[in-house]
């Protein structure tokens, strides 16, 4: 149950696009369709903003979207807005009923 | 509204139990898995434990896997963790969050505000 890997922080201007990767493994990442991923803002709890790999939930932007490749998932955000800032995490089912997150990404809109 | 309760939080020394709760409403409680997810002071999310509508299907963390169990009564629409043999590294705000269906497969989509556990002498 090694946590994926994400970068530490990304950074875009206002009206930008920007992606964040989510690494992990054919043991999790690579091996489901269900790579999800959070938005929290400081103090707050986490918001589900795409489930099983590109599902977005309603409510949730359309500039939001999420894609998969081999054991790498990632999040696009488009049209970056003020609001968007703050810390992304990724997470994945693993198999045999257990889940890892990713380290987490801090959003900084320039 | 779904709405996750999380209690029974607070400080413990090292050694000892805790007993976590999550009251559930606003949803079919016993349609859901559950799972606890816990985050360390200005650290990362963590997954803890996770079980099925009907209990039937439990995963935990190899990081609490024999120190802690997680159970839930879909009679009183509650979600537990109890926490045995507490350790420094186990401080952290808990998390209840509700998955989107019935299986351990369903993502977490809602969550509540957390409880705040502090493991000290």
């Known amino acids: 149950q090694s946590a994926l890997t994400q970068p530490a922080s990304v950074s875009g201007s206002p009206g930008q696009s920007i992606t964040i990767s989510c690494t992990g493994t054919?043991?999790?990442?690579?091996?489901?369709?269900?790579v999800s991923w959070y938005q929290q803002h400081p103090g707050k709890a986490p918001k589900l903003m795409i489930y099983?790999?590109?599902e977005r939930p309603s409510g949730v932007s359309s500039r939001f979207s999420g894609s998969k490749s081999g054991n790498t998932a990632s999040l696009m955000i488009s049209g970056l807005q003020a609001e968007d800032e703050a810390d992304y995490y990724c997470?994945?089912?693993?198999?045999?009923?257990?889940?890892?997150f990713g380290g987490g990404t801090k959003l900084t809109v320039l | 509204e779904v709405q996750l309760v999380e209690s029974g939080g607070g400080l413990v020394q090292p050694g000892r139990s805790l007993r976590l709760s999550c009251a559930a409403s606003?949803?079919?409680?016993?349609?859901?898995?559950m799972h606890w997810v816990r985050q360390a002071p200005g650290k990362g999310l963590e997954w803890v434990s996770g079980?099925?509508?009907?209990?039937?299907?439990?995963g935990y963390a190899d990081s609490v896997k024999g120190r802690f169990t997680i159970s839930r009564d879909n009679a009183k629409n509650s979600l537990y963790l109890q926490m045995n043999s507490l350790r420094a590294e186990d401080t952290a705000l808990y998390y209840c969050?509700?998955?989107?269906?019935?299986?351990?497969?369903?993502?977490?989509?809602?969550w509540g505000q957390g409880t705040l556990v502090t493991v000290s002498s």
């Open positions: 969050a509700k998955c989107r269906d019935g299986s351990m497969v369903g993502a977490p989509d809602y």
């Open positions: 606003g949803f079919s409680f016993d349609d859901y898995a």
């Open positions: 079980v099925s509508w009907n209990s039937g299907d439990i």
């Open positions: 054919s043991s999790d990442v690579g091996s489901y369709n269900l």
């Open positions: 099983e790999g590109s």
């Open positions: 997470c994945s089912y693993a198999g045999s009923t257990s889940w890892v």
